[in-house]
């Protein structure tokens, strides 16, 4: 065999190697990353919530299913789930089966385009031109059934909308839009929505000036949460005065060079934010932003390399 022969052949071997490692192994390597979030105010008791993104769902996918069944052990206070849930027609019954044990636990979630549209034979050269586009041909899912689903489970619809609720004695508002990869985000509804919300809350710092000290007032731990870390909705998040933000859909590059680094970002997200907790500046503001590499990958692509499927658990804790 020639020399050149002989570099084909290691360089053949070495791709055959990792691709059966990024499909065979890496691909259900579930982790749990954790990370402290100091957003809480002063002598606040500390938060623990579960980060889900991206489970890319369908049916026979069972050791996905009890893997993310099993963190419910970790008795989080709150789940927020950034969308991309279903990844085949019959995703849901795989849905059911990996969030039921959640039921009861309080939680907040926004879509993504996988909610909305069935996964496609894509070709993955073409992230490298941007982010990826919608297939002329896709089915188009059960979006309602997933909605009624986690809506049984007593968790919060936030596309394109507000809630409030006090977790361990601390408010929180949470806003969040439907999902931007799609352009299906409404930036221009979060003004009115976050004005509502504070205008039915008796101890909000904004609303109710009558109230008669400022020991009533409470202060407040505003979120915002989006399927994909677009930048113009990051910015939009930090101007209406969100401290902690929360995406997924980058899959954290899903393919991964040690040393490098995310190949692709799907969005125009920072390469070095694609995943993990960081800070987002945006003017003179800023906030922590956790984007979650999620749990699974299209069916089409079922590889993950240097970027293991992952749920977070933040532990939110008072700031400095």
Known sequence: M?????????????????????????RTRWTLRRADVPVLPAGASPIRVLHLSDLHMAPWQHSKQEWVR????????????????????????????????????????????????????????AYFGGPSGQAARTKHLDIGELHDFLAELGWNDLDNTATAMDLRGT???????DDPHREYDRLD?????????????????????DAASAAERR???????????????????????AQLMLAGHTHGGQVCLPGFGALV?????????????????????SAFLNVSAGLGTSIYA?????????ATLLTLVPGE
């Open 171 to 177: 408010h929180f508002e949470f806003f969040g839009v």
């Open 70 to 125: 099993s963190l419910a052990a970790l008795e989080p206070d709150l789940v927020v789930d950034t969308g991309d849930n279903l990844g085949h027609e019959r995703g849901i019954e795989g849905v059911r089966r990996a969030l039921e044990p959640f039921r009861g636990v309080p939680g907040v979630f926004v879509n993504g385009s996988n909610d909305y549209f069935g996964p496609t034979l894509k070709n993955p050269f």
């Open 302 to 310: 079922p590889v993950r390399f240097a970027c293991p499927p992952e």
């Open 265 to 285: 970002t799907n969005c125009d997200i920072p390469r070095d934010q694609v995943q993990g907790l960081s800070v987002w500046r945006h003017g003179l503001r």
């Open 2 to 26: 020639t020399p050149a022969a002989r570099i084909a052949f290691a360089i053949g071997a070495a791709g055959a190697a990792a691709l059966a490692w990024g499909g065979l192994v890496e």
């Open 219 to 241: 202060p407040t731990v505003t979120v915002g949460v989006a399927h994909a870390p677009y930048q113009r909705v990051l910015n939009s998040f930090v101007n209406h005065g």
């Open 189 to 209: 509804l979060i003004t009115s929505a976050i004005d509502e919300l504070r205008a039915d809350d008796p101890l909000g710092d904004e609303s109710w000036p």
